[in-house]
């Protein structure tokens, strides 16, 4: 079992560009997560989905941010247009009940 | 949200010393689980708690769930260097599978 995948590892963009996450969460599993890390605000989950629907969205923080999920198998996390404060680690993780397994993330940086 | 409170927020310990850290909520929770993230890594799943009074062992760390289900704790009998990291409490939404995470606490053990 390959894990949860995640594109890329690092991403150094600069403010105003659009940046796009990707995900493939592990085979069979039928919820999928997006948390951001930061030192200051710790772990804060964006947004969920189960059986490719979003179900709570109440953590992406603005209108900058939208997931989508267009199969079981992936999914993307966007930024448009991406701002230095969304620099932190973002996390994927996937799941069939109450245990959740994380990807590696990603490191972005909006310079 | 409702969080879960952890402390400490760091804890520096020599090799061979026991570690201490405790997660506290406001709300009966109706189960805890409990995260280790090594540094530059990932939170993975060590365990989860669900019946008051609960006590699960693993190896040298033993996790409790309080009597009134408001607070848990973790504990590890002579720390390694392989114990460094952060660990995490985290509590679900009962009926479903959102986890809202406590800020952690950081160890580090001195060789």
């Known amino acids: 079992d390959a894990g949860v995948i995640q594109s890329p590892r690092h991403e150094v963009t600069e403010m105003g560009q659009e940046v796009t996450l990707r995900c493939k969460p592990i085979?069979?599993?039928?919820?999928l997560f997006w948390y951001r890390q930061t030192m200051m605000r710790g772990l804060e989950l964006l947004i969920y989905?189960?059986?490719?629907?979003?179900?709570?969205d109440s953590g992406m923080p603005e209108d900058r941010f939208s997931a989508k999920m267009p199969n079981a198998s992936f999914s993307t996390l966007k930024i448009q247009p991406s701002e230095p404060r969304d620099s932190a680690v973002y996390f994927c993780?996937?799941?069939?009940?109450?245990?959740?397994?994380f990807g590696p993330g990603t490191r972005l940086t909006v310079l | 949200g409702q969080q879960v409170m952890q402390i400490p927020q760091y804890q520096h310990v020599q090799e061979g010393e026991d570690f201490t850290t405790y997660c506290n909520s406001s709300?009966?929770?109706?189960?805890i689980q409990w995260y280790k993230q090594r540094p530059g890594g990932h939170p993975v799943f060590l365990i989860q708690?669900?019946?008051?009074?609960e006590v699960k062992k693993q190896k040298r760390l033993t996790f409790q769930f309080g009597e009134a289900k408001k607070n848990s704790s973790l504990h590890i009998t002579a720390t390694q260097t392989t114990d460094v990291g952060t660990y995490f409490c985290?509590?679900?939404?009962?009926?479903?599978?959102?986890?809202?995470f406590g800020k952690g606490t950081l160890l580090t053990v001195n060789p």
């Open positions: 989905f189960n059986n490719n629907v979003p179900i709570d």
């Open positions: 085979s069979g599993h039928d919820y």
């Open positions: 709300t009966t929770l109706s189960n």
């Open positions: 993780a996937s799941s069939t009940g109450t245990t959740q397994y």
């Open positions: 985290a509590k679900s939404g009962g009926s479903n599978y959102k986890l809202t």
């Open positions: 708690l669900v019946k008051s009074g």
